[in-house]
């Protein structure tokens, strides 16, 4: 079945085009649905409509906000086959990853449904006598959202649903292949009760839709996912614009394993940090940094393990391992595993494996014998591929763990407390996993990295309210009482 994907402005549909085609990438004869690519005109009127919308917004009461995102959360709940089922058609993601995706989206709207009910302020005594001074949480404004594909449902809501909590329009553009999970989650809020004009989604490339919102006068903040490149870019034009902006971008995340590791727990936290979700996360674990005492043990069983891991249709359960999603990313694994090679480095796997249906499938890779200059070291993959950096010992780990310009996630797998406390402190990272992998983060907590992984305030949790709201101070002098 291919769906007809419509933006949706001012709270009205807009006509279906077949501009977009979105093919399923387990099979590239199964076109999923077809997406409009709209103008930048079409991305003005959903800007204007946000801004009209708005203040009523912003006025509305804590629990009208926490009701939308608590029926929305219900409803994505009650869905979650069908919705990771789509997702699964869509990105490629395996059909349990699929699913618990939706599952994590259902979870991220009721947190912050709660948020919503907790929005307070604070009453502090002035230092002057009689006043007393009033800190309070606002909205921001028009807030635009800009998503990759490679969590078509869950980045999306991490960004929607605290902007929303706190009070805030939006104008949501996606990323362009995965426009049917956006359209299911947007269909869900806008019916869950939001007034027209408070949550806008425009299909369309970056180049237009994209720099519409980084560009406009009328977009008070831009929250966005995606490459550094691109994330560069839109701070860049973001900042020109005198918009608040956070970008989160890429990593190239190192994944510490020391002589004292429990082996096993160290190489089924590799395999899913590197491989799940194809390796393509911006947490995956891609620079494994192993000492020389349990370097070869570690090698031998993660190449097992790595081989293990049955790559398919991301519709069958027995797939571990889904396809790359679509042809443009495959390439680049493909040119990033043959310069690992010219470079010296020993790669094992990452063969094109053909299957019952046409799709872009690639086992998983490892490649050995690797220096931390190297470009596979140095530049983000994407994809399910890994490297074995050896080491002398913990001092020269952490060294390589932070010669990187990434600071997202970074991972050690040790038993010894003092290693894995010291590691916590001097990892130049946002986020430290002990003996487990670098990728699986909870919903409720903040997300986000150092260096030049992130820019602006962190994302999820109760931190979300840094980005999405703005503190007023207010001086009360009450005269004469
Ligand atoms: O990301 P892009 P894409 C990396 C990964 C992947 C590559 C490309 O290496 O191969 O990025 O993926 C919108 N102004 N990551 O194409 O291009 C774009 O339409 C405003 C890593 O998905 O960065 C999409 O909605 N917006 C990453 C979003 O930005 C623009 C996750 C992301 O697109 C724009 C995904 C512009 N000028 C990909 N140009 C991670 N580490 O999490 C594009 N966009």
Not at 149 to 159: D, H, V
Request: contains cysteine.
């Amino acid at each position: 079945m291919t769906d007809r994907y419509r933006s949706l402005i001012d709270g009205r549909w807009g006509a279906a085009s077949d501009a977009v085609p979105n093919v399923n990438p387990s099979d590239l004869d199964d076109v999923v649905g077809l997406a409009p690519s709209a103008d930048a005109a079409t991305a003005q009127e959903a800007i204007a409509a946000a801004r009209a919308a708005a203040p009523a917004w912003g006025d509305s009461t804590p629990e009208t906000r926490a009701t939308v995102l608590e029926t929305a959360s219900s409803e994505i709940r009650a869905r979650q086959g069908e919705l990771g089922t789509l997702l699964a058609r869509e990105e490629g993601k395996p059909i349990a990853e699929a699913t618990a995706e939706v599952g994590r989206a259902a979870h991220l709207l009721r947190f912050f449904a709660g948020e919503a009910l907790r929005i307070g302020g604070e009453l502090i005594p002035s230092v002057r006598p009689g006043m007393s001074v009033e800190v309070t949480r606002e909205p921001v404004g028009v807030v635009g959202v800009i998503t990759p594909w490679n969590f078509p449902i869950a980045i999306p809501t991490w960004k929607i649903a605290p902007a929303l909590a706190w009070g805030n329009a939006v104008v949501f553009k996606p990323a362009e292949s995965t426009p049917g999970s956006a359209e299911a989650l947007v269909d869900i809020l806008h019916r869950a009760g939001l007034p027209a004009g408070v949550l806008n989604l425009v299909h369309g490339s970056g180049s237009v839709v994209g720099q519409a919102l980084t560009g406009s006068p009328d977009v008070d903040a831009v929250t966005f996912t995606g490459s550094v490149g691109v994330g560069r870019g839109v701070v860049a034009s973001a900042a020109a614009s005198g918009q608040r902006v956070q970008a989160e971008m890429g990593g190239k995340n190192p994944m510490v394993v020391l002589d004292d590791a429990d082996l096993e727990l160290a190489v089924e936290a590799c395999a899913n940090g590197a491989y799940f979700s194809t390796g393509q996360r911006c947490t995956a674990s891609s620079r494994l940094i192993v000492t020389a005492g349990i370097h070869d043990r570690f090698v031998e069983r993660l190449t097992e393990r790595m081989r293990g891991m049955r790559v398919g249709h991301a519709l069958d359960p027995a797939t571990v391992v889904g396809p790359v999603v679509d042809e443009r990313q495959l390439e680049q694994d493909l040119r990033y595993l043959r310069t690992a090679a010219e470079e010296g480095g020993d790669v094992i796997g990452g063969e094109l494996v053909e299957r019952a249906t046409r799709g872009h499938f690639l086992s998983p890779a490892l490649v050995l014998g690797t220096t931390p200059g190297m470009t596979i070291n140095r530049e983000e993959v994407f994809g399910p591929v890994a490297s074995v950096i050896r080491v002398a010992d913990y001092d020269e780990a952490l060294a390589v763990a932070n010669d990187t310009e990434f600071g997202l996630s970074a991972g050690i797998c040790t038993t010894s407390l003092a290693a894995a406390k010291h590691f916590s402190r001097r990892a130049q990272a946002g986020m430290v996993m002990v003996n487990a992998p670098t990728a699986g983060v909870d919903y409720h907590v903040p997300f986000g990295g150092s260096k030049g992984s992130s820019y602006g305030p962190r994302e999820q949790g109760s931190y979300a309210r840094e980005f999405f709201s703005t503190v007023k101070t207010t001086y009360v002098n009450p005269g004469r009482v």
